[in-house]
């Protein structure tokens, strides 16, 4: 309690003595930063507090992390926006939590400038309900003047407007927020991605590419009808994916799971991009028992020198590899080199080993990660998008019982996803 105490009344003062520094020109947009930033901080401290006192003193010290992370993803949950975003981008959870699902804005209203004016163009009518709820946005159901039934993707009111302010704010709660895992990575890397994420221009873009290479189904893009903060596609039917798992056969699961590794890794070594938003509420399976991928505002292209290296580990995850292409400096120790081969090792096991399958066992040694060995990695920027192969995608894999995929070397993915 003490500690916590302490860190609270170093968040105070820091908040201050920035505040004493500001023009008087910004001080109030200043002071409304800063608010929203303590308001947040003094919120997660409290649930910790709370959360602390009802916590068994015997408890491991990984369960404590794990909740600690999760307090901290409802706090930010709480608050919105691109919060809500940060929320989703938390990587430390449970097994078999369907974390990015539970992940929702509080905000409710809709941008209606943008309905109004392509309703009054175009002929564009939308139905009033909201039918989905996401971090960033709305989903409603429309009908374009063709009769078609198409899918309304509509971003909250102001949102674009506070991303300056919540960045600040983020910024602002660094102190506290970079404690965690990956946190100073997830901040990063938001506040670099987030304006993109914003434009539905972009996502649409990203969308019409996944439709001309991928295998599996995406949803037709309507871009003249759709704006910066409305994204217009086909409506599709499908079976609910949570339906799906607990519905489904087990050869039908392990067909849909098979679609789901292909179109990943098939884009991220084919074309060097990685569509980072898997979860259960962005699959769909269709009536002719086709995979549909949803909402591709979460895409990201990296550099043709990064995806060499991961191809590199993926080819060979020895120490040898790792140290060569810069992960692992000369300063470990022997336990910490041992613990980063295992690492590795262990999270290429569904692609190295005929005959695996993800089962809950593997899914909780996997995503068990010790803190202090990888403390001295040297990980480089973009890793944590490919976190969400090992947090999401394994979670859905695990969901479905899947068997892995005997891909060795990159080589047998690209042949196997031609």
Aim: charged share 25%; with cysteine; glycine share 6%.
């Amino acid at each position: 309690m003490a500690v916590l105490a302490r860190e609270g009344f170093s968040f105070f003062f820091l908040s201050r003595k920035k505040k004493v520094c500001i023009k008087s020109k910004t001080s109030y947009h200043t002071k409304e930063r800063m608010l929203r930033a303590g308001s947040i901080g003094l919120n997660f401290l409290a649930k910790i507090m709370l959360s602390t006192n009802s916590t068994s003193p015997n408890a491991a010290g990984l369960k404590v992390a794990i909740n600690r992370l999760r307090l901290l993803r409802d706090t930010l949950q709480e608050h919105g926006g691109i919060f809500a975003k940060v929320a989703q981008m938390l990587s430390l959870d449970t097994p078999t939590a369907d974390v990015f699902d539970e992940c929702r804005s509080r905000l409710s209203q809709p941008t209606h400038d943008d309905f109004l004016t392509t309703m009054d163009q175009l002929k564009f009518t939308v139905e009033p309900q909201v039918i989905k709820s996401g971090s960033l946005s709305h989903l409603y159901v429309g009908t374009v003047p063709d009769g078609t039934k198409v899918a309304v993707k509509v971003q909250y009111v102001g949102l674009a407007e506070r991303c300056d302010a919540d960045l600040y704010a983020i910024k602002l709660l660094g102190s506290l927020l970079y404690k965690f895992p990956d946190m100073a990575m997830v901040m990063d890397e938001v506040s670099s991605k987030i304006r993109d994420e914003l434009n539905y221009v972009l996502e649409a873009e990203s969308q019409e590419w996944f439709c001309e290479i991928a295998r599996v189904r995406v949803p037709r893009v309507y871009k003249e009808f759709s704006t910066p903060t409305m994204l217009v596609s086909e409506f599709v039917e499908g079976e609910d994916f949570g339906a799906f798992v607990t519905q489904a056969s087990q050869p039908r699961k392990n067909a849909i799971a098979r679609e789901l590794c292909r179109f990943l890794f098939g884009a991220l070594w084919g074309h060097r991009t990685l569509y980072s938003d898997v979860h259960f509420g962005n699959l769909l399976v269709d009536e002719n028992d086709r995979l549909v991928v949803l909402d591709f505002g979460c895409v990201h292209r990296f550099e043709p020198e990064f995806v060499d290296m991961l191809a590199r580990i993926w080819d060979d995850p020895s120490v040898k590899t790792l140290r060569e292409v810069g992960i692992l400096p000369d300063s470990l120790t022997a336990e910490e080199v041992k613990y980063a081969a295992e690492y590795f090792a262990m999270q290429l096991e569904p692609w190295k080993v005929q005959g695996f399958v993800f089962t809950p066992e593997w899914m909780s040694k996997a995503t068990d990660r010790d803190q202090a060995m990888m403390a001295n990695w040297q990980m480089p920027r973009g890793v944590i998008y490919l976190n969400k192969i090992v947090y999401s995608l394994y979670n859905v894999l695990g969901s479905l019982n899947a068997p892995g995929i005997y891909w060795p070397t990159t080589k047998h993915v690209l042949q196997d996803c031609q």
